[in-house]
């Protein structure tokens, strides 16, 4: 009893005190920012900023959500952004807790993922001694780790360089579009701030300029109205204009695709789209790009490399391509190509939506006619369920294997698993997919439905896009990041990297669940951190391709003619092993009973819930592209 009076005294003490911390400083930047959000594994030397956490969480701002390894911070810490469009951070103790974050570091560092990366450092007068878990110079020095995978690195060494040093990350995060690394030692982290609150108003600092070079979009909008046939190709980086990209292919009936990249940022049903061009993609894509007639095809926030080329050889980038961006060296990919217009996505496509004459119908096109027909303000109710949707529903492109896409085999096909996912969750949530051959199928095969679906087919959608609901939208008509309706793990594609990200999105919306395909390989691997989400109560529907293999490594062995090694792996009832955890737990063995899953039911549950599905080992997913890429 003594023990705990002592420890309770400790808690009183501490939460009367009054100074402001460097910890708290941190944290005041954060909640300016609307950051409500901290991934961390927490340590003796980061103290000072969970207090301020702490502290931040009473008053209603700032909280830590404590992942249970520092990678699945950092993933959690991409997720976040992805979902809300803020900073994303994360944090460690010292030595080997800011080495477990270099994983999920550098998979955000080669997606281009604004986020704060924070680590201790012991303090500085035992610098060089052998502290224990000690990082420095002298050590293991986690400075020089972190230098190849942020555009911003420093250590903080008096405590009148913090705050400047802070503001100087955050402003490198957010303009150089990735993450960033702080790493701050405990005495000048628990010291008192110089300081008493922020003296720099961050928030309009960090918002993207409207700017965009006059010339270049002057051109593009000659090279528009002077082409016969335009293809729209859309990337991640489109996100913020996609809403005027669609209309403006309206008025230039103009077809579109996108890389694996931009999956989701659009539906797949609309009239408009032709499929993924690139890994795991359609041909149907590849042949709009192809097609002699297309004289003007515009990139638009599109990273280029092996998951937006359909092959080694593919001239992706050629004369008849525009790239518009909004990173300056993104354009370093596209040399091939025939103009670059550099600025903000959305402003460069209101300027040209607003200024295109469409000669079709003759007269200029209202952009605020179009606002008008778009119902915004019209307080319309969105509808959950799709009673009216046929069940031959596809895609407008075609698909590689239709037969297996709606197969009636008592062993559910990958294939049919992807069309009855977005089925049973119909509008209800996000879809996430793990790297691997979770999201090889996605790409191909997993195409959401949403809200917008309903009667695209039966009218010509003169507006060119579908209309997201208010709580997809940003202040000021922008199309939010949550709009979109797919994620993926892409370039460093990252073992378990959309368990943490499924977390760190439903942390940023608690309201909306996330749907994650992932592989049985990819949960063994980092499963423990769905113990986060129950934590949280978050609505997580972890859903779980169970084949009994590492499948790309299986699969990629055969292609090859490689020696079959190191795929297997031991049978695991997910299911059981989520019940064990305490989460919800459901077992699906056939087609029967994935068809009789309560999708509704599960939605609407507090928590997350565990999927179990037995699939088909034997399904070769779409990844003839990478072999070809592996030269096999």
């Keep these: 009893m003594a023990e705990v009076s002592r420890f309770d005294d400790a808690r009183s003490a501490s939460l009367k005190q009054a ?3 460097n910890g708290d400083l941190i ?17 003796g030397a980061i103290e000072p900023l969970l207090n301020g956490l702490a502290r931040s969480e009473r008053r209603g701002g700032t909280k830590l959500i404590v992942a249970r390894h520092e990678a699945g911070a950092a993933f959690m810490a991409h997720g976040y952004h992805l979902e809300s469009g803020r900073l994303g951070v994360c944090a460690s103790t010292t030595g080997p807790g800011a080495t477990n974050l270099v994983t999920g570091v550098a998979n955000a560092f080669a997606n281009d993922v604004p986020m704060l990366v924070i680590t201790p450092q012991s303090p500085l007068p035992r610098d060089g001694r052998r502290s224990f878990q000690e990082s420095s110079s002298t050590g293991v020095n986690t400075l020089g780790i972190f230098q190849q995978i942020t555009h911003y690195n420093t250590l903080v060494t008096h405590i009148e360089q913090l705050e400047h040093k802070l503001v100087s990350a955050i402003l490198a995060a957010h303009r150089a579009r990735g993450p960033v690394h702080l790493s701050v030692p405990l005495d000048i982290m628990r010291a008192g701030a110089v300081v008493s609150q922020p ?17 270049s ?4 909008k000659d090279a528009l109205q002077q082409a016969k046939q335009v293809v729209f190709l859309l990337g991640d980086r489109a996100a913020p204009g996609v809403e005027t990209i669609m209309q403006l292919a309206a008025v230039l009936d103009a077809k579109i695709i996108s890389t694996p990249h931009g999956k989701g940022l659009i539906s797949a049903y ?7 061009i690139g890994f795991a993609g359609h041909q149907d894509a590849e042949t709009a790009l192809a097609d002699p007639a297309v004289d003007c095809v515009v990139a638009v926030g599109v990273t280029f490399g092996e998951w937006a080329a359909p092959r080694p050889d593919a001239h992706l980038v050629d004369p008849r391509m525009i790239h518009v961006d909004s990173l300056d060296r993104a354009f370093i990919e596209s040399h091939a190509g025939k103009l670059h217009v550099q600025g903000d996505v959305a402003a460069v496509f209101s300027r040209l939506l607003t200024d295109i004459t469409d000669e079709r119908l003759g007269r200029p096109h209202n952009l605020s006619l179009i606002t008008q027909h778009q119902g915004e303000s019209t307080g319309e109710q969105p509808k959950l369920d799709f009673p009216d949707l046929p069940e031959s529903l596809r895609p407008n492109f075609e698909l590689d294997s239709p037969e297996a896409f709606v197969s009636t085999q008592s062993l559910i096909k990958p294939q049919r698993l992807m069309r009855e996912l977005p089925r ?7 879809f996430l997919a793990d790297s691997g051959n979770s999201v090889i199928w996605a790409i191909h095969y997993l195409h959401p439905l949403d809200r917008r679906t309903r009667g695209r087919r039966q009218a010509e959608d003169r507006r060119g896009g579908p209309r997201p609901d208010k709580s997809e939208r940003r202040a000021g008509g922008r199309r939010a990041t949550s709009g979109r309706l797919f994620h993926g ?4 594609a990252s073992m378990g990297w959309g368990i943490g990200a499924a977390v760190g999105l439903a942390a940023a919306d608690p309201a909306t669940p996330v749907i994650l395909l992932v592989g049985d390989g990819s949960l063994l691997m980092n499963g423990q951190e769905m113990t986060v989400a129950l934590q949280h109560n978050l609505k997580v529907v972890f859903v779980v391709l169970n084949d009994g293999c590492i499948g790309t490594v299986k699969h990629g062995q055969r292609l090859s003619g490689a020696e079959p090694v190191g795929f297997e792996l031991p049978k695991v ?3 059981a092993m989520a019940e064990a955890m305490g989460v919800s737990g459901i077992k699906i063995g056939n087609l029967n009973d994935l068809l009789a899953l309560d999708a509704g039911a599960i939605c609407a549950r507090q928590g997350p819930t565990v999927i179990d599905v037995a699939i088909d080992p034997e399904e070769v997913p779409p990844m003839g592209a990478r072999m070809k890429w592996l030269g096999k």
Excluded at 204 to 215: E, H, M, T, W
Aim: charged residues 20%; glycine residues 12%; aromatic residues 14%.
């Design 19 to 21: 100074a402001f911390e």
């Design 27 to 43: 944290v005041s930047y954060l909640e300016q920012l609307g950051v409500d959000a901290v991934f961390a594994y927490p340590g």
């Design 217 to 220: 979009v002057g051109q593009l």
């Design 573 to 575: 009832d997910f299911a």
């Design 489 to 492: 793990s892409m370039e460093f």
């Design 424 to 430: 049973l969750f119909a509008g209800r949530g996000r």
């Design 270 to 276: 609309h009239s408009r789209f032709q499929g993924i």
């Design 199 to 215: 003296g720099v108003d961050l928030a309009p600092l960090v918002q993207p300029d409207a700017v965009f070079g006059s010339d």
